[in-house]
């Protein structure tokens, strides 16, 4: 069974960080292209970061310069580090895992007052 588990998120002040986690289990991990995505309300869910199982990387606009995507293949865990944080970046933010076929985590919120 396929499971992706988010941590991390929370309500922090614009200009601050957060470190989200994405636990992955009943994968093999290191061949999965792993991302996060968010959906802030009454938007569509849109791509933040994510990485190839080569390691190459790619960003939104609205978070390049700021946010950073790694992995740890040894623990079966991506990383997303927020800083700069902004009332935009308000979102739900979901892991998900791509190789053939997508897996979704349950999402954590990230709520940034202003």
């Known amino acids: 069974q396929v499971q992706l588990v988010e941590s991390g998120g929370g309500l922090v002040q614009a200009g601050g960080s957060l470190r989200l986690s994405c636990a992955a289990s009943?994968?093999?991990?290191?061949?999965?292209?792993m991302g996060w995505y968010r959906q802030a309300p009454g938007k569509q869910r849109e791509l933040v970061a994510r990485m190839t199982s080569g390691g190459a990387t790619d960003y939104a606009d609205s978070v390049k310069g700021r946010f950073t995507i790694s992995r740890d293949n040894a623990k079966n865990t991506v990383y997303l580090q927020m800083n700069g944080l902004k009332p935009e970046d308000t979102a739900v933010y979901y892991c998900?895992?791509?190789?053939?076929?997508?897996?979704w985590g349950q999402g954590t919120q990230v709520t940034v007052s202003s």
């Open positions: 998900n895992a791509l190789f053939l076929k997508d897996y």
């Open positions: 009943g994968i093999r991990f290191i061949i999965y292209a």
